[in-house]
């Protein structure tokens, strides 16, 4: 898993470099390396029975982004079967982090990554805003079941 520092939650996802993953030259373009991440990331927000969209008496849901980073290591290639570690590291009321490892088949860290997103409401006609995680989503996350999946085409 990433690093060896305290955690909430973790999870991983096995999936393969796909062709739209890729460059020209073979080997995955830096925002797939994202995409794997939030394919992650949606796939433990669905194990934990959560939706990356919530709804609720008062509208719609969510956490954007507030702040992304990746560290390539070593770049991943088309047909490349990798493993894509999650933590959530932090939870403070309104916002979340998370952090990933992207690693090979001899589990060698390629690439990690950091997510933080805010909690927020999204109104039909205003900006969105934050607000404090609901009771439901935190007992959600923070459930212990941790597991590993294997992403299927099609099911993110």
Request: hydrophobic fraction near 40%; proline fraction near 5%.
């Amino acid at each position: 898993m990433p690093d060896s520092s305290p955690f909430i939650a973790e999870f991983e996802l096995i999936r393969e470099v796909r062709l739209v993953d890729t460059d020209s030259t073979g080997f995955a373009h830096f925002a797939s390396y994202v995409r794997m991440m939030e394919e992650t990331e949606y796939a433990f927000l669905r194990s934990r029975g959560l939706r990356v969209v919530l709804y609720d008496e008062r509208g719609t849901m969510g956490f954007p982004r507030l702040h992304v980073s990746i560290n390539i290591f070593d770049p991943v290639c088309f047909g490349e079967q990798v493993l894509v570690k999650l933590r959530l590291t932090e939870m403070d009321g309104k916002q979340i982090t998370y952090c990933f490892e992207i690693c090979n088949a001899d589990d060698e860290i390629l690439v990690k990554g950091k997510f933080r997103a805010a909690f927020c409401r999204f109104p039909d006609d205003d900006p969105p805003f934050a607000i404090l995680i609901p009771d439901f989503v935190t007992a959600a996350l923070t459930e212990s079941s941790d597991f590993r999946t294997e992403a299927q085409v099609g099911s993110i």
